[in-house]
């Protein structure tokens, strides 16, 4: 039997963070909202990834800082390329985790035009019928 009612929370998500490891600390990525990812994405367009430019590079330390909440002296004890990796690993999992949601969505709603666990009966059409174009 399947549910009747989507519970979500303003308070956690239906979805695992993605979590990253720092000195044996881990930090998991905050939850998503549209405010978020508003904020994200005007950080997000400041990143310049391997670059000597100052101001993508702090960008790229901000990002890091504001979906995972790591301290900025922790960030700043480490490698611009290891706060690179985070980036990249952050947007990789993410993808991961998005195109395995779609996969489970695409599924339930293949399961639910399913009938009886099989597929509905095929439509019958004619063998003599006329088609467009055909003489008489």
Request: charged share 40%; proline share 3%; glycine share 6%.
């Amino acid at each position: 039997m399947s549910e009747n009612k989507l519970k979500l929370s303003t308070k956690e998500s239906l979805y695992s963070p993605i979590e990253i490891d720092i000195d044996g600390t881990t930090y998991k990525s905050i939850k998503l909202t549209s405010e978020a990812r508003i904020k994200l994405g005007e950080i997000d367009s400041k990143v310049e990834v391997i670059s000597s430019r100052k101001s993508g590079v702090d960008a790229l330390y901000e990002l890091v800082h504001f979906v995972f909440n790591v301290e900025k002296e922790i960030l700043d004890k480490l490698e611009q390329r290891e706060v690179e990796d985070i980036y990249f690993y952050f947007n990789r999992r993410f993808a991961e985790i998005e195109k395995e949601r779609i996969g489970l969505i695409q599924k339930m709603v293949q399961d639910a035009w399913k009938v009886g666990g099989k597929k509905g009966p095929k439509p019958e059409t004619s063998k003599n019928r006329k088609r467009p174009g055909d003489k008489e």
